[in-house]
């Protein structure tokens, strides 16, 4: 067993949650009010958004410490790992991920974020 420990006493703390009402409705099916993007969609979302808020803060995803993934649908990993792969920098950050959790409104994923700012 290995462990890491980091000194990140500048920190931004984050989670890209579902959109708000209002702007969930462009992605919403007028008939079933589910959404209509699949998981890879709403990973790659999720993904791009905790970028630029990460940004936005001074920070980047190459400072990320720690993710939680939360997942509805266990089924969904190898399909969110290809596409959380391709968006974290090596090493990855610690990450945990719960499935089979149950979020609001058709979400199918959603991702917290511990990141260190950017030094000057």
Partial sequence: MAATCL????IVKLAVKEP?????????????????????EQT???????????EGSGSSMNHLVKTTV??????DFTTINEIYARHMPDPPPARSAPANIALRRGIQISIEAIARVAAD
């Fill in 7 to 10: 000194d990140a006493s500048a």
């Fill in 20 to 40: 708000e009402p209002e702007a969930l409705r462009k992605h919403l099916d007028p008939k079933s009010r589910v959404l209509s993007e699949g998981i890879a």
């Fill in 44 to 54: 790659e979302q999720a993904l791009t958004t905790l970028a630029a808020i990460l």
């Fill in 70 to 75: 939360f997942c509805a649908n266990v089924d």
